[in-house]
């Protein structure tokens, strides 16, 4: 069954750098659901735990428990020690082979003999609920959005590092553009985007990359990558991200090889407005369907509709809340960060977007991401 492993040590990126606080965020959770009445909380998904621990693993390989006085981080051995390195104030709990996660997390369960538990709806499978509910028979619940409410407001040592993601895109995209010539393809741009991200310290993309060229694939909002070869009056849109230290940067650029379609630069000039127009709300109290209304009526009173939303919240995910929307009726905070990203998509003709990272502050929106112009650049 279960084997406590030492669980006191030192966090290692603790050491490296930006040290986080993890332990008092565990117990503004705890606070939370206790206030509720359950008698403990799981937490399975990957950026949750590293959130809530430091844990830096793969996804998918560890449940967290956490009860009113206890923590508990349940994983298998190929991660046991790299959770002794990196976490504190958790007895790491080993399953072995021919067991699962989720039937040693009911086991817990069931010896510290709990009641009621809570998961989000969205982090546990039947098939996983089903292992766990063949071993303990308490009430598992689906529970508020306890980590999502927290995560949503960043503190200041997770805002130097979304920073510093930012600076790392901006740089990467500047030293790219030089290299972007006629007859490349759309892949041979992502492998010179994203080299370049490395080089500057990046640990991976926010997501996956996308390049979209041209009459048809540009005409497609998020776009998949092809080996169209870039022609000369081309517009390009490549939306891009670096991730730092887990923390994610988003930003979006429409640009040209040579003289583009006139109305594609008409379109460019309307997003740009709408951009504007969304920004000039960014500020703390602001709901967040007066940013997406105001964006929209731009985009639509020049005759074109908006077909995704015109910007979310991020951090150690790419999409986090809050979500710019007509019904969202949230009012903007202080130390949140959000993107704004506009675009038209024609399919025959082509698309454009502009994206930008924003840090919410009382009287408006910080851009995070500046150095790269918002008005259209051609090579």
């Known amino acids: 069954m279960f084997q406590p492993q030492s669980n006191f040590c030192q966090n290692a990126h603790g050491k490296e750098g930006i040290r986080m606080n993890y332990q ?35 996804d998918k390989v560890a449940v967290l428990v956490l009860t009113e006085k206890k923590q508990f981080f349940i994983t298998d051995g190929r991660f ?20 699962s996660l989720y039937k040693e997390t009911g ?3 069931h010896q510290l003999q709990i009641k009621r538990a809570a998961v989000d709806i969205y982090d546990i499978s039947h098939g996983s609920y ?12 689906f529970c508020k959005p306890y980590v999502s409410n927290l995560r949503r407001v960043k503190e200041k040592e997770e805002l130097e590092l979304i920073k510093q993601a930012c600076k790392i895109t901006e740089d990467s ?21 994203e080299a370049e991200f490395r080089v500057r310290g990046s640990e991976a993309v926010s997501f996956d990359t996308i390049v979209a060229s041209g009459s048809d694939n540009g005409g497609n909002p998020h776009a998949s990558l092809t080996g169209r070869k870039i022609e000369k009056g081309d517009m390009i849109t490549v939306d891009f991200g670096a991730k730092y230290q887990g923390y994610c940067s988003d930003i979006t650029r429409t640009f040209a090889v040579g003289k583009p379609d006139k109305k594609l630069q008409e379109i460019y000039q309307v997003v740009y407005e709408a951009k504007q127009a969304g920004r000039e709300l960014l500020k703390c109290g ?21 077909v995704h939303g015109p910007g979310h919240g991020f951090g150690l995910d790419i999409h986090e809340n809050p979500f710019l929307g007509p019904g969202n009726a949230y009012a903007m905070e202080e130390m949140v960060v959000h993107t704004l990203e506009p675009g038209i998509y024609v399919p025959g003709l082509g698309g454009v977007r502009i994206e930008d990272d924003y840090l919410i502050q009382k009287d408006g929106g910080e851009c995070l991401t500046p150095q790269i112009t918002e008005e259209l650049i051609i090579l």
């Open 130 to 141: 089903q292992e766990l509910s063949q071993v303990w028979e308490g009430s598992l619940e």
């Open 80 to 99: 046991t020690n790299q959770a002794a390195m990196e976490t504190e104030n958790w007895e790491i709990l080993l399953w072995r082979s021919g067991s």
């Open 173 to 193: 995209f500047l030293a790219f553009l030089p290299k972007v010539s006629v007859g490349m393809t759309e892949m041979e741009l992502r492998n010179i985007l």
């Open 107 to 109: 086991l817990l369960l």
């Open 24 to 58: 008092k965020r565990v117990e503004k959770i705890q606070k939370k659901f206790l206030e509720d009445g359950l008698d403990a909380l799981l937490l399975t998904r990957g950026t949750d735990i590293r959130y809530l621990s430091g844990f830096t693993g793969e």
């Open 286 to 306: 602001v709901q967040a369907s007066a940013v997406d209304g105001a964006i929209r009526s731009v985009i639509e009173q020049a005759g074109y509709s908006l």
